[in-house]
Nanobody, 114 residues
């Protein structure tokens, strides 16, 4: 079964930074657009950032200028660099393909608080 494995979450104070990683099977990494989503308690999962196979990127408005999505082709890994974190960024973060077809992983928890 295909799996995507997210890692890199944790607790950070407001204004801090974290880098999330998503390990992707090579057969998927080469051909699919990749997304980062997040789901805060009591809220629906939302798309945060997207990167194409050509490294074109798009971002949800609230994270523009603070988050950066990028791919490492040698490691088949998609990253989400998160800077200037805010308490409202607290959520479980997930990666997936676009279109979404891989079963959702466990995600990685990001907690921003003082």
């Amino acid at each position: 079964q295909v799996r995507l494995v997210e890692s890199g979450g944790g607790w950070v104070q407001p204004g801090g930074s974290l880098r999330l990683s998503c390990a992707v099977p090579a057969s998927i990494f080469r051909v699919y657009v990749m997304d980062w989503y997040r789901q805060a308690p009591g809220k629906q999962r939302e798309l945060v950032a997207r990167i194409s196979t050509r490294d074109d990127t798009t971002y949800e408005d609230s994270v523009k200028g603070r988050f950066t999505i990028f791919r490492d082709n040698a490691k088949n890994t998609v990253y989400l660099q998160m800077n200037s974190l805010k308490p409202e960024d607290t959520a479980v973060y997930y990666c997936n393909t676009y279109p979404t077809w891989v079963p959702w992983g466990q995600g990685t928890q990001v907690t921003v608080s003082s």
